[in-house]
């Protein structure tokens, strides 16, 4: 069912890996500004899933609709992945750059800005992430932590309307978390749609409207944080959450 304010629709989504079926008729609508945590046991689908809805992956079956577009052909799929930005476990952050120039290129490349407008917005997303001082060094002389942050921002400097996050701070030493955690949660309470794919349920539990539960390729449980904390109907998920939470 569509409803006016959704920005994400999922129907009936099938992908299949050779003869391996990875995502099984997964229907899911994301409104507006809302954010989901996506979680489940390793191998369940989640990766593909957000795969998907850029187009990393190509769908076998299904519909995928970003903000009214609906992913058929390659025209569409450029213009839902100017409207989506995406952060991976690993930074994928240019070596041989300077956290500058991570930032810029996209903008001037893609979108063709110019370069000053470029560093413009790109030292305004560095402070939004708040390592401004860091814009002149290179990634192997930040921390992980840093290096994360900058990969955020290499994304909103395309000024996506949605994010989708794929483990972002599973790369990264304990310490480092949460300053990564810190920088989405301040992306959500902007009111940023995201879909986050991740293990740190303190974080969904502050941040997500919804979760997602889901294994073997299916979507098993859904609700807000407090039903699935407090109340998971399935038995997988009741043993997927006391099996994480015991960490
Ligand atoms: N490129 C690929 N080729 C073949 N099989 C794949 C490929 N990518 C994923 N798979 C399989 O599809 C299933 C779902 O994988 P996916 O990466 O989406 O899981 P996940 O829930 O993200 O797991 P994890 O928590 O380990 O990241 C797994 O069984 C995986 O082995
Ligand atoms: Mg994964």
Redesign the pocket.
């Known amino acids: 069912m569509t409803k006016p304010g959704d920005v994400i629709e999922i129907s009936g989504l099938n992908k299949w890996?050779?003869d391996?079926q990875?995502l099984k008729g997964i229907d899911l609508n994301v409104a507006h500004g809302e954010r989901i945590v996506v979680c489940?046991?390793?191998?369940?689908?989640?990766?593909?899933?957000i795969?998907c809805v850029n187009s990393l992956?190509e769908h076998d079956s299904g519909r995928i609709v970003v903000d009214g577009i609906e992913m058929i052909d390659n025209d569409s799929i450029n213009a839902i992945r100017s409207e989506v930005g995406m952060v991976f476990q690993q930074f994928n952050l240019f070596p041989h750059l300077s956290i500058l120039q991570n930032l810029t290129l996209g903008p001037m490349k893609a979108r063709g800005m110019s370069k000053a407008d470029a560093d413009a917005r790109a030292m305004e997303y560095l402070e939004r992430v708040r390592i401004p001082d860091q814009a002149h060094k290179k990634p192997s002389e930040l921390s992980g932590g840093q290096q994360q942050r900058v990969a955020i921002a290499r994304s909103l400097c395309m000024e996506p309307k949605i994010m989708l996050f794929?483990?972002p701070t599973s790369a990264l030493d304990p310490e480092m978390i949460s300053e990564v955690l810190e920088v989405i949660v301040d992306l959500a309470e902007e009111g940023m749609t995201m879909i986050v794919?991740t293990h740190e349920m303190g974080f969904a539990r502050r941040a997500a409207d919804r979760m997602i539960f889901?294994d073997h390729?299916e979507v098993i449980e859904t609700g807000t944080p407090i039903e699935f904390f407090e109340a998971p109907k399935t038995e997988r998920c009741k043993q997927f959450l006391s099996q994480i939470l015991q960490h």
């Open positions: 890996y050779g391996y990875a489940g046991p390793s191998g369940s689908g989640k990766s593909t899933l795969r992956e794929d483990e794919v889901m390729g």
